[in-house]
T-cell receptor, first 115, second 109 residues
């Protein structure tokens, strides 16, 4: 997707290990989001950021932390990965002041498997 | 939790119009209705959005009822590539979108 990159695209990790996923944007959008997607649950918001060093929790934030030290980067960290965190993770960006406002732009996703 | 309600699945014949309904009974006066779709395991893709008036772009048309409690996304001539999950969203406060499980549209040859 134009202007937003997620890395890595795929990762397999062991239970108990820390994992960091990266979202990078070149659009200078103020808001950034991390979602996870699991069968039967659709997309669920984990954390979001509304500016550098400004973050807040979403509906499924337990076990996750985030950081945003620069406008362009939003990191999602699993401090100690568990099998229940096996999922596809999507990053999204938005800029409410943009007119017209097309809402969110999503990245291509990171498929994480915790074994 | 998602504030919108959509049927879990629908079928549509190729070349026919696909009409995907959405109920957003708790929508407030200044909240837009957005539609996205997700093909396979790709990231969701913006389709269209609207506030009160009907909208049309190159991808689809959006019909919003006068009371704004429901809307319909119309794909005028569905193709096999339109097979996807379609999400209807009304923007929550704080610029957060809550996605439900959407409608899985299957276009049949």
């Amino acid at each position: 997707d134009a202007g937003i990159t997620q890395s890595p695209r795929h990762k397999v990790t062991e239970t108990g290990t820390p994992v960091t996923l990266r979202c990078h944007q070149t659009e200078n959008h103020r808001y950034m989001y991390w979602y996870r997607q699991d069968p039967g649950h659709g997309l669920r918001l984990i954390h979001y950021s509304y500016g550098v060093k400004d973050t807040d929790k979403g509906e499924v934030s337990d076990g996750y932390s985030v950081s945003r030290s620069k406008t362009e980067d939003f990191l999602l960290t699993l401090e100690s990965a568990t099998s229940s965190q096996t999922s596809v993770y999507f990053c999204a960006i938005s800029e409410p002041r943009q007119r017209p406002n097309y809402g969110y732009t999503f990245g291509s996703g990171t498929r994480l498997t915790v074994v | 939790d998602a504030k919108t309600t959509q049927p879990p699945s629908m079928d549509c014949a190729e070349g026919r119009a696909a009409n995907l309904p959405c109920n957003h009974s708790t929508i407030s006066g200044n909240e837009y209705v957005y539609w996205y779709r997700q093909i396979h395991s790709q990231g969701p893709q913006y389709i269209i959005h609207g506030l009160k008036n009907n909208e049309t772009n190159e991808m689809a048309s959006l019909i919003i009822t006068e009371d704004r409690k429901s809307s319909t996304l119309i794909l005028p001539h569905a193709t096999l590539r339109d097979t996807a999950v379609y999400y209807c969203i009304d923007k929550n406060t704080g610029n957060q979108f809550y996605f439900g499980t959407g409608t899985s549209l299957t276009v049949i040859p």
